[in-house]
């Protein structure tokens, strides 16, 4: 779908003075790039417009956004290219970690490709504990490994190396109390699917929210622009083809997330050896409630029935009933079924 600056003036001219219950509701897009909103700020800017944020940055996932930083790739010198790769090597009830490992692949015309993998560095995350919902005495490391390298860094990779290194720390407690552009198109995305609002095609980040939100999105628009980014809303009026084509993507969007629900389902009941806590199977049984409710609202907004959607959801409902049976037996699970 694209939209130019021309066609929207005309169309937004054209409505303006239609009654709200002429539009359908407003489709929406939205562009997130270079955030780095103070989260504290955040929860307080959209307080005050009557919007919620609680999500607060857990440490575990600022090491992890700040050991991605090490990742580089470089450009080609001669007949060799090298790239800094950042590997998971295991994570535990204490602590994380992380190796960055230079790649080096030489090329030579007429010869097979040679790859080298040598590690120059490690970065660690020490998680502390959690008390009363904060997070305690968590902190993390970093040691760089190259004296015994077999072949010496280059200058561009030995500067790059190095200040990721000493900027790790800092970047680490930095992303503790900012959103990068991840965290603020995650927030605006989950706040769109809160008000019950649909991919309508995702290859562009097109959504679409019913009409009796439309005071709440232009709260959100203005906070997104606030914080340097952009979000457009474009009013759809409520006509056949327009319904139509929000029924398509609804249902398609649920069959989607249903296939995804039934194949996580399927590996569970495929091994008779696996059993799943209570909390599991209700939190399958309540996403089954969840999306019917859905259903049963978007069929009442556009005047039609969801029946693709609807039927994968009774198959998916059976799925989870038969998940019952491996659900493990504790005593508090006895007592209830008793």
Known sequence: MSITNSTMGGYTQAIADLPPEAFLGSLLWFSISQA????????????????????????????????REFAKKFKQRDD????????????????AHRFIILERAKFQAGKKRQVFYEKVAEVTFNRGTKKNGEYLNHSVECRRTTANLGTPLTDEEEEWLTARLAEF???????????????????????????????????????????????????LQAWVKKVGSEFHTLPLLNLEDQRQMIMDAFEDETVKEVERLMGELAAILKDPSRTIEEKTFDAYGMKAAELRARVTEYNAMLGARADRADTEIGMYAQQVMALSSRIRQTKTFKAKSV
Request: aromatic share 10%; glycine share 8%.
């Open 36 to 67: 780095d909103v103070d989260i504290s700020s955040a929860k307080a800017d959209l307080a005050a417009v009557g919007l919620d944020f609680q999500k607060d940055m857990r440490p575990v996932d600022a090491f992890r956004k700040a050991s």
């Open 80 to 95: 060799m290219r090298s790239e800094f790769l950042v590997r998971s090597v295991g994570e535990d009830g204490e602590q």
């Open 169 to 219: 720390e800092g970047r680490y407690k930095h992303l503790l109390t900012h959103m990068d552009s991840h965290a603020v198109r995650t927030y605006v995305r989950e706040f769109i699917y809160s008000l019950s609002g649909t991919c309508v095609k995702e290859s562009g980040g097109l959504y679409f929210v019913k009409q009796e939100h439309a005071e709440v999105i232009a709260k």
